[in-house]
């Protein structure tokens, strides 16, 4: 599968031939480095390990430096597995770019929700809450009855409350690349992907696998170039 790591920059709009207005999400991805290859002859599976942000040596620690100096690949702050089918078509220390993605495209992004702390049913679960009249004292943000009757006699695991809300992984599916822009390691996305501005995401194309990248990082569609 083809994918690459990035960070949230924010939400702008772009205008397209027409005129319509698509609101996008700009996401800084990559440029990622090619860590370490798993087969399917070693490992079981077969995927590539991409390294993402540089770091510095003092940030990293030393079985983590050896792991890096081993597959001969710049030190790097983020790791992440991605499925491929065949790791063979990969090289360590291979950087893999925006090029890899193509205009007009569907994508998938992965990141941690924003956090929101503690929070009642009706933010949490979207409960319509009590009637603001008739008689209703204190009573307008619960969640109204949480038992059932005499028997069993208890509440069931599971019941909608509230709770810890948000920061949590979330994939948004689906989502088209209006623009690529190599010079800057920019993608633009149509819509709102999650997780806040400057949040670690993972972009994953959706669909067959690409044939292998190139050295440039470029990825060559199956049926074309």
């Given at each position: 599968?083809?994918?690459?790591?990035g960070r949230k920059l924010g939400m702008t709009q772009i205008f397209l031939?027409?005129?319509?207005?698509?609101?996008?999400?700009?996401?800084?991805?990559?440029?990622?480095?090619?860590?370490?290859?798993?087969?399917?002859?070693?490992?079981?599976?077969?995927?590539?390990?991409?390294?993402?942000?540089?770091?510095?040596?003092?940030?990293?620690?030393?079985?983590?430096?050896?792991?890096?100096?081993?597959?001969?690949?710049?030190?790097?702050?983020?790791?992440?597995?991605?499925?491929?089918?065949?790791?063979?078509?990969?090289?360590?220390?291979?950087?893999i770019t925006v090029k890899a993605f193509r205009v007009g495209e569907k994508?998938?992004?992965?990141?941690?929700?924003?956090?929101?702390?503690?929070?009642?049913?009706?933010?949490?679960?979207?409960?319509?809450?009590?009637?603001?009249?008739?008689?209703?004292?204190?009573?307008?943000?619960?969640?109204?009855?949480?038992?059932?009757?005499?028997?069993?006699?208890?509440?069931?695991?599971?019941?909608?409350?509230?709770?810890?809300?948000?920061?949590?992984?979330?994939?948004?599916?689906?989502?088209?690349?209006?623009?690529?822009?190599?010079?800057?390691?920019?993608?633009?996305?149509?819509?709102?992907?999650?997780?806040?501005?400057?949040?670690?995401?993972?972009?994953?194309?959706?669909?067959?696998?690409?044939?292998?990248?190139?050295?440039?990082?470029?990825?060559?569609?199956?049926?074309?170039?």
């Open positions: 599968m083809k994918g690459i790591i031939d027409e005129g319509q207005v698509v609101p996008v999400t700009v996401i800084q991805a990559g440029p990622c480095y090619v860590v370490q290859r798993k087969t399917r002859d070693r490992d079981g599976y077969e995927a590539i390990q991409l390294g993402f942000e540089s770091a510095k040596p003092k940030r990293v620690n030393r079985p983590r430096t050896g792991h890096f100096q081993r597959h001969g690949a710049p030190l790097c702050r983020y790791l992440k597995e991605f499925p491929v089918e065949d790791a063979a078509g990969f090289q360590p220390g291979q950087a994508v998938k992004v992965t990141g941690q929700s924003k956090g929101r702390g503690f929070t009642g049913v009706m933010k949490r679960h979207n409960f319509k809450g009590a009637p603001g009249s008739h008689g209703t004292h204190e009573y307008f943000r619960h969640g109204g009855s949480i038992g059932s009757t005499t028997f069993p006699g208890r509440v069931f695991p599971g019941l909608r409350m509230a709770g810890q809300h948000g920061a949590q992984r979330v994939t948004t599916r689906n989502l088209t690349v209006m623009d690529v822009r190599p010079e800057d390691n920019v993608l633009l996305l149509k819509g709102a992907v999650p997780g806040p501005t400057g949040g670690l995401v993972i972009i994953q194309a959706q669909g067959d696998y690409p044939s292998p990248i190139t050295p440039e990082g470029d990825a060559e569609q199956a049926q074309g170039a």
